[in-house]
């Protein structure tokens, strides 16, 4: 299945190849959006120019469907306390954490979206900004605290640091949980509950982001591109959901260099393309 006539077209293949490393790469600190510009140039899809900037980041939102499904499953027990707060009694104060982390992302997001969409065809910036979020990687795991907070423990203004670290992630290359993360050890949670806040806070985020593009996708889908965006968002959530099992026995059993290993994926990742592009 193409989307249109011409070779500057996406098909079934290639959707899949990219719902599986938008799955993986939107929770594990390897930033899902630079993925998503670098794949399709190092098996030369020759997409579009217009497909990129008019369609490229709704095709893509549809896979976060998936991704957010994942992290409510996953953390189903999280968000039936999260929720249960609103008719009972019981502390709201992990649901209002929340909400004050997802204002700076939903800000910036409304201000920048243009300039995030057209950057979906530039593979330069993605692989640079990758090797940048390798670095913030590494000094995160460098400088870190020893961390000993629960996710309640935290202020609201720590809050709002995680949520501004994490708009790090509207940037081509810098990874949504990766930012939070690393602003999460900086502020001294231990390594699960950073990763727990990472990923309860990206989930709004990821869900909001879907509502305001899937009806573009819907009204404005040139043929082929729903069913092939739906078949992603499916694909994607499965590895979404493998990845965030994995992430949360990595972060709960491994007390130091948990970034480590991420960290130099991403320098090797992004240096790699540079060298690549300079020589093609």
């Avoid at 409304?110 to 979906?120: C, P, S, Y």
């Avoid at 573009?216 to 992603?232: D, E, N």
């Avoid at 694909?235 to 959901?241: I, Q, T």
């Amino acid at each position: 299945m193409r989307l249109h006539k011409g070779e500057e077209t996406m098909n079934f293949l290639q959707t899949i190849i990219l719902a599986i490393v938008q799955g993986i790469s939107e929770l594990f600190p390897i930033s899902s959006v630079a993925h998503s510009v670098i794949v399709p140039y190092i098996f030369g899809w020759n997409l579009s120019e217009e497909f990129l900037k008019n369609n490229f980041l709704e095709f893509v939102v549809m896979m976060h469907v998936g991704t957010t499904l994942a992290l409510l499953l996953y953390f189903r027990k999280d968000w039936y306390q999260i929720i249960r707060s609103l008719f009972t009694r019981d502390s709201k104060k992990t649901l209002m954490l929340i909400v004050v982390g997802t204002i700076p992302a939903v800000i910036l997001g409304a201000l920048f979206e243009k300039r995030i969409t057209e950057a979906f065809s530039n593979v330069g910036l993605a692989a640079s900004f990758l090797i940048v979020n390798g670095v913030l990687l590494f000094l995160g795991e460098r400088f870190r605290q020893k961390g000993t907070k629960k996710l309640e423990e935290l202020t609201w203004w720590q809050a709002v640091i995680v949520g501004i670290f994490q708009s790090f992630a509207l940037i081509p290359g810098f990874s949504r949980s990766g930012s939070s993360m690393t602003a999460g050890f900086w502020l001294g949670l231990s390594n699960e509950e950073s990763a727990r806040f990472s990923m309860l806070l990206a989930t709004p985020v990821i869900a909001g982001a879907a509502v305001l593009e899937i009806p573009k996708l819907i009204q404005h889908h040139p043929a082929g591109l729903l069913g092939l965006s739906v078949t992603g968002g499916v694909v994607a959530g499965f590895f979404a959901f493998l990845s965030v099992y994995f992430l949360m026995h990595w972060f709960n059993r491994k007390e130091i260099n948990t970034m480590g290993p991420f960290s130099l994926y991403c320098i090797v990742m992004g240096a790699g393309v540079l060298l690549f592009k300079s020589l093609a």
